[in-house]
């Protein structure tokens, strides 16, 4: 199990334990489990665009200690519950904030399969509108008789179109996989027309 998978595992069981211990008794899990995505996005987030928080968070020079005290300040500056604040601190002490981003994703993976639902994932030229996002999961959920809900990559190779993986299965609609497609036939064609040739 990777680093990331496991402490987001322990996050993801942490919300029952909250649930059994009477926290959050009013609000689902459901409810919770995206409150805390939300609350990690927007943590990280804004370490991202301060230079001073990176350098401090991630640097080795800071102690760990140090790290968990700026933790705890820049959680209470961002407004993340009390469980999100705790589970910082925690990465911190142990050293493992720098891999915030796959735990993120790993915790929202475990969330959403506690739904019933898949994630997958969608690799785009540009930034998708919301609305095209959520059109492309609910046509992908008919087909497939699941919630899904899809990780965007940006990647400018794919010059136009999507890219989906869902469950190990790529739908490649990307202008990069066309010309691709088009130079295969015009080169197969090319050879079938020097195998005629080169029988006359």
Do not use: C
């Amino acid at each position: 199990m990777s680093v990331a998978t496991t402490y987001a595992k322990a996050l993801f069981e942490s919300l029952g334990e909250a649930k059994k211990n009477g926290n959050g008794a009013h609000h689902s899990s459901v409810e919770v489990s995206a409150q805390i995505e939300n609350d990690l996005r927007s943590f990280f987030g804004m370490v991202v665009q301060s230079r001073d928080a990176r350098v401090s968070l991630f640097s080795a020079v800071t102690t760990r200690k140090e790290k968990a005290l700026l933790v705890t300040a820049l959680a209470q500056r961002a407004g993340v519950s009390e469980l999100t604040e705790r589970f910082l601190k925690l990465l911190a002490l142990r050293n493992r904030l720098k891999h915030w981003e796959p735990i993120t994703e790993a915790f929202a993976d475990l969330a959403w399969q506690a739904q019933g639902g898949i994630r997958g994932d969608l690799v785009a030229a540009e930034e998708v509108a919301a609305e095209d996002l959520r059109a492309l999961s609910d046509a992908f959920s008919k087909k497939l008789g699941k919630k899904i809900s899809f990780r965007v990559q940006i990647d400018p190779e794919v010059l136009a179109g999507v890219r989906v993986t869902v469950q190990g299965v790529t739908y490649d609609g990307t202008l990069q996989s066309q010309l691709l497609r088009m130079r295969e036939k015009v080169s197969e064609a090319a050879r079938q027309s020097a195998g005629a040739i080169g029988k006359a």
